[in-house]
């Protein structure tokens, strides 16, 4: 078909089209390129034309979105104002986008009031209509721009309320409000949720900071309980004990960097490893627990829970067949019980202490038929540190409920992104598994294990009230991160020489922060056991692939 065929249909498409097909493509086009003008003009046509054009949800719907992002204008401030009423005369049900919209537009006016009003009521229009973050965030902000630090924190209060969370955006609004009307309580508390929301801290986040903590604000305790500090911080997992400001003077704010060992080089303290907290572990087992147990044969995962609790006492748990098919995607690959057994001499041969190693009974029992395996085997199997998952069972499911509920380390090379995992979900998952998955890779056969940092790369606030920021953007390498520090008193290094002496410390530091990488429980997989403030909890080891063992009822192959 030659192109003046093609216009010509066209063309004669055009002319066939019902008016409310020409209009809605005519209002979509609006839409798409946010043409104010001629949407206005649509939505005039259609009021001249009601027999014509009778405006329904979705065109009221397509014009509040262009007024909405148009508010820069006084006319689209009218017209979005005028459309909403209207809609709301013809008895057309507003919806979530509608009541955005509306926000939006009423915000633009300086009506913050009316904006929350709208979102608050919004259910009134069903049980089906309700607010997402982005319908708050008119209110929000503009109650921030006015200085109503009071009513912003009723729009952030009424979003918990939906079981919604604030965003890096939103809680920059309410940490400036905060900062800009000197609300010492608030910019702790919106510090801290930014702590739990952002890993790394924007340039617009350290701009407000940096006025707060420069600007000679001393509040905060001279003398606290040390000892109450100490029980939040390792309570919560490390890394923040929330409990208020610590100390008196003005803070000393510098942009440095942290060295590989974790030592910030402007004021000498060591960042942590932080862990999700004590009671978010618990919860976390639980929920693994419910899940396996809808997922597997439920009597043969309690048969697990109970053995798990009479044999506790490990520093890891191992992933067995992760390692043992590492790397054996080759003719005449297979299981590499040389592979596992390195990892696992490696892990004892750090503390003297047995890791637990979880493996298919399939798999153990193929295992079986080679003799030279065989002592071995019954070596593991007798001295508990062996447990065979049942046929037909996933063992995924085995392996990360031991190393949640031990507190162990896992290892592993899988990437935890399957689908058991995505049941798991959730932001604390992702940190549980920074800071308790061991890496493993073979080099010329033997085996090198890649333990987690040994500090994160998140806000920290230390038991000295100082706090710690690490600014976004991508690294090469993490000692080149720079970093926020903010402290009461800090000593600097003033030179190079004093810099280079921080630098050789840390090396003679890295095995002490090496020692401190470990789980809440105390446990540590370095050379030399820090000791344990818990008899029966433990840290654990994992690999690579996962293998499901087919049913009783299948073939074996």
Known sequence: MNSNTKNKNQKKMKKSQKPETKFRMELDSCSRNKDLSAAISLYEFALENPTTIHLNHYHFNSLLYICSNSIHSTTAIDYGSRIFNHMLSANVVPNEATITSAARIAAAKGDADLAFDLVKGMNKYGGGVVPKLRSFAPALFCFCKNLDADKAYLVEEEMVANGLVAEESDLLGLLKVSVECGRTDKVYEYLHKMRRVVGRVSEDVVGVLERWFGGGNVVG??????????????????????????????????????????????????????????????????????????????????????????????????????????????????????QLVAVVKELYNRNKKWPLIVLHKKRVKSLYEDASNRELLDEWTEKGVLYGTPYGSNDDWYWLYAAVKLKCFLVTNDEMRDHIFELVGSDFFMKWKERHQIRYNFVKGAVELHMPPPYSVVIQESENGAWH???AGECDDESSRTWLCISRTIEHKASDEDTKCLERSEITKSQESFNSCQPCNGTSLSNGSRGRSDSCSNNAVTGKRKERSPSPSRTDE
């Open 221 to 338: 305790l001279e003398n606290w309980d040390v000892g109450s500090v100490k029980d939040a911080i390792l309570r919560n997992g490390g890394g923040w004990h929330g409990l208020g400001w610590l100390g008196k003077g003005k803070w000393d704010v510098r942009r440095t960097k942290v060295g590989s060992a974790g030592v910030c080089f402007s004021c000498d303290e060591g960042l942590v490893c932080v862990d999700i907290g004590k009671e978010e572990t618990e919860k976390f087992g639980d929920s693994v627990a419910l899940l396996a147990m809808k997922k597997e044969v439920e009597a043969n995962f309690r048969d697990f829970q109970s053995w798990l609790d009479e044999h506790c006492d490990y520093e890891a748990i191992v992933d067995a067949a992760n390692i043992g098919l590492y790397q054996q995607n080759f003719a005449q690959g297979g299981f590499s019980m040389a």
């Open 469 to 471: 920021m690490p600014l």
